[in-house]
C-alpha cells in the first residue's frame, strides 16, 4: 500500500511540469499512459492477496527452461518490431542507430555527402550530428558500439535482431547472477526471471533501435565477470566496458561501474583498483575524444563548424539547467519506470534496500541505481519518447538483484509470497504487457503510417514542415547514400529555398507536400484538435518549386 501512495505522488508531482517546449509530450504520456498503468496497478494489487494459499514446495526451473524462454524472448521482441512498432524507427535515436549501422557495414566510419547536398546538407536533417553545417560526410553524434554491433548483426541476419538477442542475453545473465550471488538458493534465479520478464520495459524496448538494451546486457555481463574476481575475468571485465562505455553515451556505464569499484577501494586491493581506474581512465579518454576525430572527418573547406556541441563538455553546459522541471520531470521518469514493470518488482526493491547497511554488494548495487537517477535529473531530465524510463534501462538488473536481497529478507514468508508472485507475474504478463503493448503500437502506428504513405507517394522529394503535425520532424529521414526515394526534406531547415528549388527542379521531377489529412493522425494520437496548419503553409512551400519547373503533388 505504501508503494502505491508514494506512485500517486509521483504522478501529482508530475502533474506540475511546466508546459514549454517539448516538456507537453511527457505531461501527454502521464495523462494517457501512465494513469491508466497506475489504475491498473491499483486495481490489480487487491486481488494478489485474496485467498492465496501457502506453497511449500520451491519454485525452480532448470538452466535447459531458462534458454528455451530466451529463444522464446528473441522471437517475441523480433516479432513485436515488425508487428508491434511496424518495423519502424520512431524516434531519432532509434533513426541514428540504424543510420550509422548502415554506413558501419559498408566499412566506413562517415558516409560522403554528395557535393550537390552539401551546402543543403541541413533540409536533409541534421539533428543528433555534430554540429557542422555543409558537412563533407554525415554520421550521427552518438558513440558507435551499438551501431556497429547492428552492423555485426546485419552481416547474418536482420539487424532488427540485434535487440531481441541482447534482451535474451540479459535474462540468462541475471539468471547467472542470481546463481553466483545467491548459490545455496535455487529460487532466487526464477524469481529474478520472472520479474525481468514482467517487465513491459524490458520486453517492448527489446523490439527497438534503442541503444538500452546494449546497456543492459554488457552491465550484466560486466558484473557478471567482475564478481568472478580473477585476472582473465576482470581483463574481460574491462574489455566489456570499453564497448559499453562507447555505446552511445559515455556517462551511463561509467555511473553503473562506479560504485562496484568502490568496493575494491574499501577492502584495499589496490591492485585491482588502480587497474580498473586506470584502464577506465583510458576508455574515457578514448571516448570523450571520438566526437572531436570524427567531426575532423566530417568538416571541408566550406564546412562551417559550430562554437560549441562537439565535445561533451560544451554539450553538457549547453543543457545543463536547473528549474522547476527538473524535480517534476524526474517524478514522472521514476513513476514511469515502476509502471512499466513487474507489479510485484517495487515492493521488493523497497525491502531489498535493508540489505545495504549489511551486505557491499547490495550497497553498490543500490548506489549504482541511484546514482543516475540524481545525476540525470540535474543535466537531462527530459527523457523524451520511450517506455518506462529508459534512461535506466540499463539498470533494470541492479533493480531485479535488489528485489532478489529483498527476497533474502523474507525468507520465513516464502510459502506465503510464492503464489502472490506467481499471481504478480501472471497479471503483469497477461493484463500489463498487453495493455502495455498496445500503448507502444498506438505511439508507433501513426508516424509508421505516415512513414509509409510517404514512401508510396512516387514523388522524388517530399517536403515536411515540423509544426504542421506534432513531433514530424523525425518523418525527415534519408538513408546515408540518399538512395531513397522521395528525398524527404525539413522545409524549416532549408537555407535558401528558391536556391534548392531551382538546383532540384528538372523536367520530370516531383516534389510532394502532405496536407491537413496527411498529418491529422499525429494530432489524434496527441488528443488534440487538428490545427489544419498543413493548408495554410502548402502555398508558402510549393510556390518557388513550381516556378523552378517541378510538379507538385499532395499526399494526404
Known sequence: MKCLL?????????????????????TKLLVQQDLWLLEAFMALSIPLFIAARPMIGELQLRSLHMLLAAVGLVILCYMGHHLLLSGYDLSRDEQMASFDAAIFSHGRLVWPLPQDWQKDAAALNLEF???????????SGYLPMNAAIRAAVSFLADPALTGPLLTAGSLLLIWSLAQRIWPNDREAPVIGALLLIGSGQFVITGMTAYAMPAHLFFNLLWLRLFLVDRRLCDGLAIFIGFVATGLHQPLFHPMFVGPFLLILLIEKRWQSFSVFALCYGAIGMFWLSWPLFVHSLMIGPASVTAASGTDYWSR??????????????????ILRFFTWQHLFLLPLMVIGFRAVREDRLAAAIAASFLLPIFV??????????????????????????????GWQKLSSQREDLR????????????????IQAWMAQARYAPFAHMNEKITRSGADYFLIKATDGPLTHDLVLNRPDLSNRPIRLGFEDIGQLHSLARRICKPGVSVALGTDAFYAPTWAYFGNKPERLASSHINEMKTPFIQAGCRIQMTS
Open 316 to 333: 553538457l553546459t549547453e543543457i545543463f539547467s536547473l528549474t522547476w522541471a527538473n524535480p517534476t520531470l524526474t517524478a514522472a521518469n
Open 6 to 26: 508514494a506512485m500517486v505522488l509521483l504522478f501529482l508531482i508530475a502533474l506540475l511540469i511546466p508546459q514549454e517546449r517539448l516538456l507537453w509530450v511527457t
Open 129 to 139: 550530428m555534430l554540429p557542422v553545417a555543409r558537412p563533407i560526410s554525415w554520421v
Open 376 to 405: 540525470i535529473a540535474i543535466i537531462l531530465p527530459y527523457q523524451g519518447i520511450g517506455f518506462g524510463y529508459r534512461y535506466l534501462h540499463g539498470l533494470l538488473g541492479n533493480a531485479v538483484l535488489l528485489a532478489l536481497f
Open 419 to 434: 503464489p502472490i508472485i506467481l499471481r504478480a507475474t501472471v497479471a503483469s504478463l497477461l493484463i500489463l504487457l498487453p
